[in-house]
């Protein structure tokens, strides 16, 4: 300030008031720093001036450098006491996170000369395949919670996406039935067969089965895409520590994967190429649908079963439903039925007499009814007759019982004699 100008009530804050305040100081002209003037001297000379002042010296205790000095060291000492709690902790917390990456560095290598370094490099590569197996097998679940890993992952692509991919493949969705006729007819050729040719199943098959190649080679590939995830993803501080390491470690995973890969893709076709080869229709799916073929033109073909010559074959009633109606007709006919045999009975008692009782006395002596069925026989010299006799090889009770007896009843094969044969 120039000399006379008056700075009372702006050092008071009442021009521009600050939270602070205002210190006033009485700095050295440029003619005292020329005369080398020292500090000690001007702040004496300061501090007169403002007691001596007749404006300034009722607040010369808060003017001056002196003054100023012990401001500043007020609030220097505040502040610090206001923010060294947070300072203290962020130290804090700094320290312990480097004591935590040093102590995931492992401990300290000491090794002497190229031996020591290979011991160190065998020992990395040692920790890094162990971890890299126990994620494949599964032992590694420190984040088995959050998200598919290692081994997880490919029994996933095994199990159900190379599974769906195969249960996908419908054979009749692409082959038609004239496609199955004109495989039928290029097998048989020039000469027609009476039962579908095996060729033309094989063919068929074939081309099923090469369908299956595409699948199986999609899914090599998401398994070596998966094996190449796992490579970048392991990590041991070691592999930290030593980044070259690491870089170098997982060229060589690389390498080896897509080493590998060709051959499996080989492999892999070399197996369908197997199954092309050779089609097993002895298979058990075959046979069990071949035996459930026979079995059923076997019960078209057989004939009813009956239990004796005297039972009727039996009618499936359960067609349909009857009426009130067809149920008392079919009751008339049983009635009718049961008539005819009581009649039938009574004309082979009358017929053949007391036979049973004569079998009884002597098994020799002929009854005379029986000779008199012989001396018929042989009157009529029927070669089908004799040959169809119960004692007769060949014989067919069905068919003699039924058609050459009708008019005398139904006999029991085991009460005639042998006729025409030897004794």
Known sequence: MDEGTDALEMLQG??????????????????????????????????????????????SHNLGIKALTSKLNALLIRHIKKTLPQIRDKISAILAQKKTELAALG????????????????????????????????????????????????????????????????????????DIRTCIKNATALSPSLFVEEKAFVILMRQQIARMQEPALQCAELVFNELRELVSSVSIPEMERYKKLHFAVM???????????EP???????????????????????????????????????????????????????????????????EDDEEEEDEEEDEEGFARK???????????????VKSKNETAYLKRINANKNPAMVQRHPYNPGYDADTFMTSHVPQVGLVKPRRLMRVNSDP
């Not at 009485?26 to 002042?53: G, L, P, Y």
């Not at 080896?256 to 890969?261: M, N, Q, R, T, V």
């Not at 229709?281 to 057989?302: G, M, Q, S, Y």
């Open 107 to 178: 401990v300290d290598l000491e090794f002497e000369g190229p031996k020591g370094a290979k011991a160190v490099m065998l020992n990395v590569l040692t920790r890094y395949t162990t971890l890299f197996k126990d994620y494949i097998e599964g032992n590694f679940v420190k984040q088995s919670t959050d998200v598919m890993i290692g081994g997880s992952r490919i029994a996933h692509i095994f199990h159900h996406v190379l599974y769906n991919a195969l249960d996908s493949i419908h054979p009749l969705k692409i082959l038609t039935d004239e």
């Open 264 to 330: 499996t893709l080989q492999m892999i076709k070399n197996l369908i190429a197997c199954e092309d080869a050779y089609v097993n229709v002895n298979h058990p799916d075959f046979i069990i649908a071949k035996d459930a073929l026979l079995n059923l033109f076997k019960k078209k073909n057989d004939p009813p079963k009956v239990d004796n010559v005297f039972q009727k074959p039996e009618v499936n009633n359960n067609i349909y439903n009857k009426s009130d109606d067809e149920e008392d007709k079919d």
């Open 350 to 364: 009358e017929f053949f007499g007391n036979f049973e009782d004569n079998i009884n006395a002597d098994n020799v």
């Open 14 to 59: 009442e021009v521009y008031p600050l939270k602070l305040g205002y210190i006033g100081v009485v700095c050295r002209s440029q003619k005292e720093i020329n005369e080398k003037k020292i500090i000690a001297n001007a702040i004496k000379d300061e501090e007169k001036f403002f007691k001596t002042h007749p404006l300034y010296h009722k607040i």
């Open 251 to 261: 060229d060589v995973m690389n390498d080896s994967l897509s080493e590998y890969l």
